[in-house]
């Protein structure tokens, strides 16, 4: 599994200490779609090996980045590029999808 999992203390230096694009999945052990989302997310992961940084926050375990970035529903995809938001999805997403927002960062 490539995917990195970040809290509130490693999440802005991780972000912004990167020239690669960032897709951070905001999500929660309880939820259902997240859970099916998962395989999704470590896939992208292992593809985009190299050329992005694809993380997961576990907005129970860091609250204030869920708050931080308008997280109200999980899960929810963040792609940052330059330490920036760029692109918010919202809800379970097809890899194509993830991957055209990294594509475009």
């Keep these: 599994m490539n995917t990195i999992a970040l809290t509130t203390e490693t999440f802005d230096a ?14 929660a052990e309880w939820c259902g779609p997240c859970k099916m989302s998962g395989p999704v997310v470590d896939a992208l992961a292992t593809e985009w090996q190299g050329k992005a940084l694809v993380a997961k926050v576990d907005v129970d375990a860091s609250r204030d980045l869920a708050v931080r ?11 940052f ?9 919202r809800g379970a997403q097809d890899k194509r999808i993830l ?6 960062a």
């Design 81 to 89: 590029k330059d330490g920036k938001a760029v692109k918010v999805l």
């Design 14 to 27: 991780a972000i912004q200490g990167t020239g690669q694009p960032v897709l951070v999945d905001f999500w």
């Design 69 to 79: 970035y308008g997280v109200q529903a999980i899960p929810t995809f963040i792609v």
């Design 99 to 104: 991957a055209e927002a990294l594509a475009a």
